[in-house]
C-alpha cells in the first residue's frame, strides 16, 4: 500500500463552553468557608470519571466534555483565563501510527518486529528507511559532565545505529558512590537515551530491555511502543528528532553481540567503569517501515489567580486531565476512567482554586497563580511539555511548580512521599508544611522507577522550575498497581474517605500560599541540566 501523506486532518475539537449553572444551596454555603470540602471533590472526582466522559482520552467526545467541565468551573469560581484571557490553550499534536509489518536486519539476524524489537518515531514522514546503518554499543548511552561520566567519547556515531542499556550505572551497581545508587537519574530513562542519541546525531537507537532495571517486562515495552503515538509538532515535521526509537529484547541482543563475536554480559560489566569505550560490532543494520501521520489539537486548560504585586511572577499547580480512553475489544468497549490516575488530581486543583480564590478575596496573593489541567500526559507529557514551551509565560517566571498525579482517596497518612532526593530547595517547603501537620517526609519506597522524571512536573523541571510530585499510586492501597492501575478497574467508589486527599491538599494550599507571597526564589541544589537553565534564565 502507498505510504501515507502527511494528512492536515482538522480534528480540531470544537469545545463549547457550557452556561455556568446555579449554585446549589450547598455550594452557596461551601462559598463562606475555606476548609476543604470533601463533598465537592466526591462530586468532581464522581463526574469526571464517569462513563459519560468516556475514559477522557484526547481529541475525543471525551475531551471536549473534560475540558468544557473543568473550564465551567473555574470560571464559577471567579478565576480568569491564563491563555490569552481563555481557559483552554490549543495543543497541536501529531499522532503517528507506524506500521507494524517490520523486520530489523543486522547482519545475517532477522528480528521479528513485537516478538524481537519495538522501533517508532516522531519524525511525521511517511517512511523511515535505515540503510547499512553501522552498529555501536556505547554502555548506557550517557554524557553527564557532572558525574565526569561520557560514554560518547571518543566515538562519533553520527547515521549510525546505537545499542544502549537501560537504566544508570548506579543501579546495576547498587553503588550510592555511583550516580546515585538504586535510584534512577534521568540519565537512566529511556527518554533521555533517545534525546542524547539524537544530540550525538544517531540514526537509530535500541534500548536493552531488562526487566528488573527497566521496571516493567517486555510486555509493556510492546504495548507502549506499537499503535497510535502522540506528539508535538514543530514547523520542520520534527526532522529534529531520532528517526528511530526503539529497543531490543534481551535474547535478541545476546544473538546480535554473539554474531560479532562478542559478549553482551562481558561488555555490560565493562560499560559500569567510566572509562569504557564504545565498542563497533561491525555489523549494519536495516530497517524499514511506514507511517501513518495525522495531526489534531487537544487543550491544556489553564486558569488565573492574577497577583496583586508581583502579577508577572507566577505557581503552578497543575494535574493532567487525561486518561486512556475508550478500548474496543471482542468483548465490547472498555471505558479506562482513572478516577485515581488522575481524576483526583484534576477534582483537587478545583478544590484549590476553590479556596485558594477565596483566600485571594480576603488577603490578596503578591504573586499570579496558574491552575494547569495537562492534555495527553499519558502518551509522553506532550501538553506540559507545550506549556513549558513558553507560550502562554515564560518558564523564568515561573517560581515553582506543585503537579498531582493521583491521590490518596483513602485515609489520611503519617507522612508524605517525596519523589527525588536533594535536588532542589522546594524539598525544604515540602519538609515544614509536612511538619506543620504533624507529618513527616517519606521517600519514595521505589527509587529505582524514576518516578520523578514520568509525570508533568518534569517537562517544567527541564525548562529549571523547580517542582514537586504529590502522588500515592498504590502506596495505602496494595491492590491498586496489580489491579487498577492503567486498567478499566481504576473507577470511582463512594467508600473512599479522602481523607489522604484532604490532608494533601492542605499542604498543598500551604506551600502555594508561602510561595504566592515571600518573594523566594526556590533553587535546585544537584548539579544538573535543570540547575544550569534556572541560572541561565536569573543572569
Partial sequence: ?????????????????????????????????????????????????????????????????????????????????????????????????????????????????????????????????????????????????????????????????????????????????????????????????????????????????????????????????????????????????????????????????KSANLSYQQLKQEALNKNFKATALNLQANLSFKNEVSHAKSHNVVAQITGSESPDEYVVISAHWDHFGTKQTDTGPKIYNGAVDNASGSAATLEIARIMSKMNKEHPFKRSIIFANFTAEETGLIGSEEFASGTIIPTKQMVGLLNIDGMNVLDGTDYILQYGKDLSTMENYLAKAAKAQGRVVKMDPRPQNGLFFRSDHFSLSKQGVPSLLFMSLGDTDPEYIAHKYHKEADDYSADWSLGGVKQDIELIIDIATQLANNGDWPKWTSDSDFKAKRAEDKQ
Fill in 1 to 257: 500500500m502507498a505510504s501515507t501523506l502527511l494528512k492536515s486532518a482538522s480534528l480540531s475539537l470544537l469545545v463549547t463552553l457550557f452556561g455556568c449553572s446555579e449554585p446549589t444551596q450547598e455550594q452557596s454555603t461551601l462559598e463562606n468557608t475555606t476548609g476543604v470540602n470533601l463533598n465537592n471533590i466526591k462530586q468532581h472526582i464522581k463526574t469526571l470519571a464517569s462513563d459519560e466522559f468516556e475514559g477522557r482520552g484526547p481529541l475525543t467526545r471525551g475531551e471536549v466534555k473534560t475540558v468544557g467541565y473543568l473550564s465551567e468551573q473555574y470560571k464559577a469560581l471567579g478565576l480568569t483565563g491564563a491563555y490569552n484571557s481563555k481557559f483552554l490553550q490549543p495543543v497541536k499534536m501529531a499522532m503517528v501510527t507506524a506500521d507494524q509489518n517490520m523486520q530489523l536486519n543486522i547482519g545475517d539476524l532477522s528480528f521479528k518486529a513485537g516478538k524481537d524489537f519495538t522501533a517508532r518515531t516522531k519524525q511525521l514522514q511517511p517512511l523511515i528507511d535505515v540503510r547499512d546503518s553501522d552498529v555501536v554499543f556505547v554502555g548506557y548511552g550517557i554524557n553527564a559532565p557532572e558525574y565526569d561520566w561520557n560514554d560518547y567519547k571518543n566515538i562519533d556515531v553520527t547515521g549510525k545505529t546505537v545499542v544502549v542499556l537501560v537504566n544508570d550505572p548506579g543501579f546495576a551497581t547498587q553503588d550510592d558512590a555511583l550516580f546515585t545508587g538504586n535510584a534512577m537519574t534521568y540519565y537512566g530513562r529511556w527518554t533521555y537515551k533517545y534525546e542524547e542519541a539524537a544530540r550525538q546525531g544517531a540514526k537509530a537507537v535500541f534500548i536493552v530491555h531488562e526487566t528488573a532495571p527497566a521496571a516493567y517486562p517486555w510486555g509493556v515495552v510492546e504495548s507502549s511502543n506499537t499503535g497510535t503515538k502522540y506528539t508535538l509538532m514543530d514547523n520542520n515535521l520534527n526532522a529534529s528528532e531520532l528517526p528511530v526509537m526503539g529497543w531490543l529484547t534481551l535474547n535478541a541482543t545476546e544473538q546480535l553481540f
